[in-house]
């Protein structure tokens, strides 16, 4: 049974690498999403086993997008994506409810580490 995952950046090329790098890992991208409110309206529709979530977004940011998804589903195992530099935003993020944060740009074996510790 692989494992699910939910895709958050607005970056669609940022989309496409994390996609790429979970794909070929072995995982199956469920669906993705462009801002933090699809990101929680697809985890509602999908229930993914984790999210990777970026933090800097329009409409909603992927810290409020956390906040949202854990209240209501509190065992959500999201991990934030913040470019380098964005220490405090990753510090919020986890005290929001993140379970880990990746750094763009992103390394394959890294992300697919952090991912192993959530979700095996």
Do not use: H, W
Not at 6 to 21: N, P, S
Request: aromatic share 6%; proline share 3%; with cysteine.
């Amino acid at each position: 049974m692989k494992k699910k995952i939910l895709v958050v950046d607005d970056a669609l090329f940022m989309r496409k690498m994390l996609i790429d790098i979970l794909t070929k890992a072995g995982y199956e991208v469920v669906a993705e999403a462009g801002n933090g409110i699809e990101a929680y309206q697809k985890f509602k529709e999908f229930k993914p086993d984790l999210v990777t979530m970026d933090i800097t977004m329009p409409e909603m940011t992927g810290i409020e997008s956390v906040r949202m998804i854990t209240k209501e589903f509190p065992d959500a195992k999201i991990l934030m994506c913040s470019a380098m530099g964005q220490e405090g935003m990753v510090i919020d993020s986890v005290k929001s409810g993140a379970k880990g944060f990746i750094v763009k740009p992103f390394v394959a074996e890294k992300v697919i580490s952090e991912i192993q510790k959530l979700i095996g």
